[in-house]
Structures are given as C-alpha cells and as structure tokens.
C-alpha cells in the first residue's frame, strides 16, 4: 500500500520561502512521475509543479514559475518543493501526488489527469 508524508508547510510572510518534502514507501518510487498539487479554500484543487520519474523534466503552473522549483531524490523516495517569493494567494493545502501508472505504461507527467494517489496534505499560510 502506498504511503506518503509530507511535512515543511506553515506561516510565513508575504515574500518568505518553505520547503515542502514528501516520502514515499510501499511502491518503486523511481517508476513514477510525481506532482505538487494545492487546493485553496473554495477552489479546486491544481497542479502547481510536476516531475517526471527520473527527474529529468519538470512543468510549473503559470502562477508559481520562477518562483517554485520541483525535485526528487529517487535514492530516498522523496520529492520536494522549494517555493519562494511566496504570496498571500499561495495559500493553500499542499498535497503531493502519484501518477496513476508507470512511466513505461505511457504518461503524461504534465497532465493534472495522470495523477490519483495524494498525500495527507500539509497547510501552507502565507500571511503579515
């Protein structure tokens, strides 16, 4: 069964940075494109940043570019999300995301569609 912890969310202030990361067990993590996605209070939930599996390609939303950076450690089953130049209007819980099948199955790591497993979400409040 697949499992993931996520842990980095918080408060922080208008132009301060986290660090999000999230572990994985119970699944060849390596095998499988990984997302970051967010869901705002009254919104639906979005795909902000994605990775394919060996970490070689990445994709961001138009709204955290230059701003959020994706990457993965296939050696300890994590990805993570460094986000800075944070804004009140990132505010949001943050969950990571597995795709719903192996790369060699054919995917499209870019497609919020690709995804069906999240994590528990962590909160991320970015405030004064």
Known sequence: QVQF?????GLVQPGGSLRLSCAASGLIFSYYDMGWF???AGKERE??????WNGGSTSYADSV???FTIARDNEKNTVYLQMNSLKPEDTAVYYCALAVRPYYSGSDYTSRSNY???GQGTQVTVSS
Not at 47 to 52: D, F, K, T
């Open 65 to 67: 570019k230059g701003r």
């Open 38 to 40: 967010r869901q705002a």
């Open 47 to 52: 795909l902000v940043a994605a990775i394919n």
């Open 116 to 118: 069906g497993t999240w």
């Open 5 to 9: 912890v996520e842990s980095g969310g």
